[in-house]
């Protein structure tokens, strides 16, 4: 009940205050529809052109993007033509994000681009556009705070993924907001946590932004605060969902908007306030629009309030208020829930007055209250024929044959009925499915012959709503329907309608029905996520299978030749459709229904699964942020995966071939020890095989994750096995080996002291890789610095044309000083400087090498290090003059800018 201290502020909003809410509702959300995308147009578009490319420039299958962010739909056909526009929607989405992520895109464009796309439903791209512009505002920052911020785009945003119900998504705008924008958030932000948190059932969360928002002082809206009190009343949360009417009453009630006032009627109905919600009503002095009516008819349904639905029903009539198909179906549904079947006729005659579709529903509301429409124009008409199914198929042939079209389609209604779930066997894990189908309307025809006829009658009147119950029922009710079923795939498959051919080859399964097209009918259920259908359609596939063998003795080639599919072909669609769609745990189910339905399982099946799982990870990667494509987080198929599947081909005694651990290698390798070393016993066991067993060939990239193992797990010994195994095959082919495995193998034998191996191995190549040789240059120096084979390796480094690097160069200098080797001292001076230092570069060319006072000190410190080497060297003297030259050059230029500094500061 309302709280008598509600009743009198309630009371206080006066008539003039109500008729200037009702003034209000015109500008409620001026960010929303056409009239939020015109107003920032108005406003902004010569400030927003003066940023970069314009949006007047770009088109969309020649439709200026301008007219597609600004003009509603039938403007835009009328000024370019619907067939040009029914085209160019197809691709619509794809081409908005693409210019999302073009280079740089201007403010203008992602501005158009994100009214667009809330206008083709495409959200996902919205998103993308709402990012790069933030993107762009964050480069812009003066200080912490963002020069501009748009927020109408967010209200834009949170409209469209309310209305597709995108709650998670939701959630995920506010979290990126409150790390990216400046405090505090504007209110509607705050509104994309609480629909976030309400959808993932987190009431504490929703209460935790509440707190957040007040610590913010931010005030929470009329707005809001109804829509605090419906999430809270849906959760049965009546103390919570009260304190926010509170909330609201304690703020100024005259502001209230209509769609606040439908929810806080639809709360008082959800925690059983029936009192509270008409009298809310009563108090605010609402009038009843149509909203506001299917507000309070819910609340009456909800509460069980027979009385208090004919009032308002009442009232309807008396003002004169027409309602939508929606509200039409729910007042027929209200009639006959509360036994008030005498007023049916009423609303049929209203809606038949205003041209209202009859939807599904309502013709089954038709036929379910005959005996109250009886002498109406809604009474279905006896069929003349004593022999009532031949009669009217009979009729029906004819119409369809003569081309009368109307008659035919109402003769085909006559033989369709509606299920109902006591024609349904209920099968537990199929329940919601069932339920689902018979909510959205199913109907069915008895006869094999009936069920053709209806289908091509509903084909021939165009009436795709009957032809979806039709259809929604061949899944629920088994008959033969076979013709049917063939002839609505036939249609469906060339109109390209995903959804419905989906619907009918899930039929096809349920009635037994042969699927011929068994490439299509996989990728199919694979684009809509249909693993059920898949996993039927594969047991169906092998019944087939069977049934063939049994035929022919058990002979498999006849058996094949008979089937229009390759068994293991059809095992390997499905595979991939389950990969793709994420779900591991489907795969053994899959392996083990083929294996008990006879099909013999080998390593192909598990090499395409792997293959399948790494084709899955890199569109993974391509979706990805560039930030996030630096780690594997956002790949679905890890190492786990890979050993998972490998115990399962154990199980079935499946050897572990050459051919799967090189599908498997990169996964392994990346894994943990105990995965990586599986990875490698396997790799042992086929070195020790007889090669004629297994002529499968690893390729060179197989050998590198190998070396991976070898690097982080094992030793030296067999770091090298693997390398001269990859070695050998390439120098038979006049292959040289890829620096990655060369670098990788020496600085595993650095990092176990192996140099004397790593010098051999670096002077016995005629090209060694410059990383391998760095390493092994650093290596070598620090051990032995006057070890002439140093000097070899840089002779080697200079033959290749390649300097030394400044770290490096430095290193080798301090190990040349330390052991006063002077000729390695010189020869590492000679080969940093080469390509780099000139004799005449002067301070210009010293300024570009050094970059900033604190590289010219170490260069300073390089070379002094030089010097010292060669001091009380007598044959040095035109080498220490050339340091000192350098060192004189730097001296100067360190002069100049300290100076420099010194005048800034």
Known sequence: MMRPTALRQLQRATASAAVGNRALLVHADPFSGAYGAASWFSTSQKKQQRNGRSAAGVHINDIPLTDLATLPKNK??????????????????????QLVTDSKPSRDVLKHVFYAADKCNAPDVMLNAL???????????????????????????????LRSNLRDRMLAVYEDARTTLPRPLPEVVYRFGIVGKFGADDLDGVLGIVEEMQGDQVAITNEMGSQLMLGFAKANETDQAMRFFQIILEGDVTKLHEQDMNRIILAFGCIGDLHGAFEFYRQCQLPLSTTVFNALLS???HNDAPKEAHAIMKNRVRFGLTLDSVGYMRVLEALELFDRHDQIVHILNEMRQQDIPFAPKVNEIVQRNQEYLLGTAFAIRPVESTEHPSGVLELLRDSITTKDTGHAASLADLLVSTVR????????AEASVIKRLIWLGATVVESSEAADLVVQAFLDSNQQHKLQSLVRGFQLVKGDFDAALNRLFEFYSEKNIPEMVDGILSAMLHQDARIEKLDDAFTIFADRDN?????????????????????????????????????????????DCIVRASAFDQIISVLDNAESHGVKLGQEQYVRIVAAMKTRNRKDLEGADAQDQQSDANETYCAEHVASLWQDAMRRNIPIQKALIAASSPLLAAGNSTQRRLLWDAYVRICEMDSTA????????VHEHLMEVAVKDLTSTEAVAVYEAAAEPLAQANQGVPASLTVALIEKLVSEEQIESAIARMLGMRKPPPGALAVTLRAAAERDPSDPRVVELLDLQLQQKRGLGFALATSMITAAERSQARELAWRVVEAYEYRKVKPDMGQKGWKALVKNLTGLREHKLFYEGAMRVLLDDEDANDKREILDERLGGLNELESELVRKLEASS
């Open 76 to 97: 835009v056909m009328q000024r370019h033509g619907r067939g040009k526009y029914m085209r160019m929607v197809k691709t619509l989405p794809e081409q908005l994000q």
């Open 131 to 161: 990012r790069a512009l933030e993107a762009q505002q964050i480069e812009k920052v003066s200080g912490s705070k963002p020069r501009s911020i748009d927020f109408a785009v967010y209200t834009v945003l949170y409209n469209a993924l």
């Open 299 to 301: 609340v009456c349904v």
């Open 421 to 428: 779930s006591s024609d349904v066997n209920l099968n537990m």
């Open 531 to 575: 693993l059920d259908a898949v996993q039927r359609l594969l047991t169906q596939s092998f019944k087939r299978y069977n049934e063939a063998l049994e035929r022919h003795n058990g002979d498999i080639s006849a058996a094949s030749q008979e089937l229009p599919f390759s068994v293991h072909g059809i095992l390997d669609n499905a595979l």
């Open 694 to 701: 297994d002529d499968y060939a690893l390729q060179t990239v």
